[in-house]
């Protein structure tokens, strides 16, 4: 059975990550990851004139692609967990409409896929779903109307400013044991609401570091490991600015973060890409683990990670109000299989 300790839930049996998938658009076909997604899509408007349409379209294709590498329709799926920076999480609701399965919506901003992840597994390992689906995605397009300015008006963007993905990731979750193939999901720590006071719509990276620093030392402490105890660390979506102040302050804990990758600083080239400081999104940490970090543990490269989405939890009406930006990071804890299947 599952057993807690702290913030930190493990699994004497670990679920499996049983199959996966990736989507994105332009931006993403040209950053250093493209030849890694399994969807990419040049044209972002998917013809259908209306960004928030696109994005569920977006979904609905990265899902299928997901159901399909696990071999099953979706009258399978027991429950899925989805959300997106969507207004309401509508580009979930509406792919969940498409698909008709039981749905749980989440809204943790871009820690939604490290949410939803843990609760698959949870739900999982428990017993109460034999396939759990975890997926979400963001829009370039749409999150820039919903949260700064319509495309159509060219503001400036800041040098601490991150780049939406317009992307999509979807795991499906099993319980494990004897026969189960996959990547072990061997622990989850949900995160606590951190705020430090930061406003500033246009640095995300400082809002959210908080957070990431309180799930790091809340595992650490929970598992009785140090950093150097993972193959790699993952963060989604610091980026440059966020990292940066996540390395200072981690140092000030007593941890130093020397294997330590962030999502936003790998789905694009942040120097050649303008970019800003990097990538963000919900879609970005989701891309970046379907793309790039799931199939390297299967195939045995590393043998230990954890990886950590982060969320700003401000909207579009609070951040105007001058509200502060509160920031939320959940971990999972992902491990090679016993036997490692060999990389395409």
């Known amino acids: 059975m599952p057993v807690r300790s702290g913030d930190t839930i493990f699994f004497s049996t670990p679920p499996v990550v049983r199959a996966w998938a990736s989507a994105g658009g332009k931006k993403e076909s040209e950053g250093p990851l493209a030849g890694a997604f399994d969807l990419l899509f040049p044209d972002a408007s998917f013809q259908c004139g209306k960004w928030e349409k696109a994005e569920s379209l977006l979904q609905q294709k990265c899902v299928a692609r997901c159901l399909a590498a696990a071999g099953l ?8 967990f989805a959300g997106d920076l969507q207004a309401q999480c509508t580009a979930s609701n509406y792919t969940m409409r498409a698909l008709g399965a039981p749905y749980a919506g989440l809204y943790g901003a871009c820690s939604t896929m490290a949410e939803g992840l843990a609760l698959a597994a949870c739900m999982a390992a428990a017993g109460y779903a034999g396939q759990a689906l975890a997926f979400t995605s963001s829009h370039f397009c749409a999150a820039e109307r919903q949260f700064r300015t319509p495309l ?108 330590h990758r962030d999502c936003g600083c790998l789905l694009y080239d942040v120097d050649a890409q303008q970019v ?69």
């Open 73 to 80: 329709d979706q009258d399978q799926i027991d429950l899925a």
């Open 152 to 259: 159509d008006y060219g503001g400036k963007r800041t040098t601490t400013a991150q780049w939406t993905a317009t992307a999509a990731g979807a795991c499906l979750v099993s319980p494990g044991g004897a026969g189960a193939q996959g990547v072990p999901v061997r622990s989850v720590t949900f995160g606590r609401v951190q705020d430090y006071e930061v406003h500033d719509i246009n640095n995300m990276g400082a809002a959210m570091m908080p957070a990431a620093v309180s799930t790091l030392c809340h595992h650490f402490a929970d598992a009785g490991t140090r950093p150097s105890d993972y193959d790699v660390i993952f963060t989604g979506d610091l980026g440059r600015v966020g990292s940066e102040l996540l390395h200072d302050q981690m140092r000030r804990e007593g941890f130093a973060l020397e294997n």
């Open 276 to 344: 800003q400081a990097g990538g963000s999104g919900a879609g970005c940490s989701a891309a970046v683990l379907c793309a790039h970090v799931l199939p390297r543990l299967l195939a045995g490269r590393w043998r230990r990670v954890l990886f950590l989405s982060t969320g700003a939890l401000m909207s579009q009406t609070t951040y105007l109000q001058g509200e502060s930006i509160p920031g939320i990071a959940h971990a999972v804890e992902l491990a090679a299989p016993d036997t490692p299947a060999k990389e395409a």
